[in-house]
């Protein structure tokens, strides 16, 4: 930690786990939470007297240098294999570096940054600045400030690649999306509408565009998350089913069932281009209501 710190160390401390992968443990009056350094990875958010925010696979052994299955994976600064490199980028298993808490009473406010000199040293040519603040309380907001700290224009995709807990994907349904153009990643077709709610009876890994809009994930009657994003006009819709669980790493065989990712993202033309000194903050927000 470093100096400008608001928050108590009762509130806020390190950890690191049996394979030495070090954790922000927020154990706050209104929420608790888990964040690990590698990553500025959010692994568990839970509101005082509420259920679970997020969803973790149970079978995760949270080793470092490998990317965790769950939570809130940041994917900078690109989309999937948009660029050569690792997938996903280099934010998730770099380390970042806690600069900056603010306690209140309803919540609790955390800035992370990823040095400068660890994207340079893995982007040779590239400078940026990256923040990930975090808001937590009875909702969870996560901001992805990127700044282009360079002399020339420089190209940004990214997601928050959010992984939400459901009763049963069987009964799923996903609102707020209807009447948006969609690129179906199974199929391969590239130009797909909407029509009615998102419901799951296979595997679903969409990409919907041109979409500003709240989604609201309906899961029974007392399960209702409601997912918002700004600096995103890009949002991703993932639910692995049975033949993939079976092949992910650090995956159930059976944990498409309780699972479902709703990515605010900036992919395919939804990537931005920032000049000299811009910066772009992409962020979503989830509250149960």
């Known amino acids: 930690m470093t100096a400008n710190m608001a928050a108590s160390f009762e509130e806020i401390h390190v950890v690191r786990n049996i394979h030495g992968r070090e954790f922000l443990e927020i154990n706050h009056p209104a929420v608790r939470a888990r964040i690990s350094l590698e990553g500025a990875h959010i692994v568990s958010c ?9 969803w973790m696979s149970p079978i995760d052994p949270e080793e470092p240098g490998k990317p965790l299955r ?3 994976p ?5 989309f999937a294999g948009e660029r050569p490199g690792p997938a996903h980028g280099i934010a ?3 380390q970042w ?20 000199a660890a994207i340079t040293r893995q982007l040779p040519g590239e400078r940026w600045r990256l923040q990930a603040e975090f808001v937590l309380g009875q909702t969870l907001s996560v901001n992805l400030i990127s700044t282009n700290l360079s002399d020339k224009p420089q190209v940004l995709s990214q997601a928050l690649h959010t992984y939400l807990p459901v009763r049963s994907i069987h009964s799923t349904r996903l609102w707020g999306l209807e009447g948006a153009s969609y690129v179906d990643q199974v199929t391969g077709v590239a130009s797909n509408i909407q029509h009615g709610a998102v419901t799951f009876s296979g595997e679903v890994d969409r990409i919907y565009y041109d979409h500003r809009s709240p989604i609201q994930l309906e899961n029974g009657d007392d399960h209702l998350l409601v997912i918002s994003r700004d600096g995103s006009e890009s949002v991703v819709v993932w639910n692995p089913w049975i033949e993939k669980s079976a092949r992910l790493s650090q995956f159930p065989d059976d944990g498409y069932l309780e699972m479902v990712c709703i990515e605010a993202a900036n992919a395919g033309p939804d990537a931005r281009i920032l000049e000299p000194g811009e910066s772009h903050a992409l962020s979503t927000e989830i509250k149960r209501v």
């Open 74 to 78: 940041i994917c900078w600064p690109w």
């Open 46 to 54: 839970t509101p005082s007297g509420a259920k679970p925010l997020l």
């Open 92 to 94: 998730r298993t770099s």
């Open 97 to 116: 570096v806690l600069t900056d808490t603010t306690s209140a009473p309803h919540q609790l406010r955390l800035m992370l940054e990823l040095p400068e």
């Open 70 to 72: 769950g939570g809130i």
